[in-house]
């Protein structure tokens, strides 16, 4: 069974930063390097919103709301991805989620879901 487990959140300063992580562990065939991740966020009231995602490549997608603050990263050596936040604002404040499409074998990928980790940004 696969296993997304997210860390790094907490209660920041606006302007701040901070760097979410995100470990993938699962069966000895899973194949994380092929895997295409991403972060997701669900503020109060509102539905789970696309943050950014990366591929097997390392290409890199982000919403609109993080251009240019937020940088998705992958460790495939540590089946790690990150999200580096910087100059953080009130507006961020959310779950964020991590989620994959994850090999488990060279023919079989599952979707996953991380149980979240939440960032609060002060005002």
């Known amino acids: 069974q696969v296993q997304l487990v997210e860390s790094g959140g907490g209660l920041v300063q606006p302007g701040n930063s901070l760097r979410l992580s995100c470990v993938a562990s699962g069966p000895s065939t899973m194949i994380f390097p092929i895997s295409d991740m991403g972060w997701y966020r669900q503020a109060p009231g509102k539905q789970r919103e696309l943050v950014a995602t990366i591929n097997y490549a390392g290409t890199t997608t982000y919403a609109d709301s993080g251009k240019g603050r937020f940088t998705i990263s992958r460790d495939d050596a540590k089946n790690t991805v990150y999200l580096q936040m910087n100059n953080l604002e009130p507006e961020d404040t959310a779950v964020y989620y991590c989620?994959?499409?994850?090999?488990?074998?060279?023919?079989?990928?599952?979707?996953?879901w991380g149980q979240g980790t939440l960032v609060t940004g002060s005002s």
């Open positions: 989620s994959g499409d994850v090999a488990v074998n060279l023919l079989q990928r599952v979707t996953v």
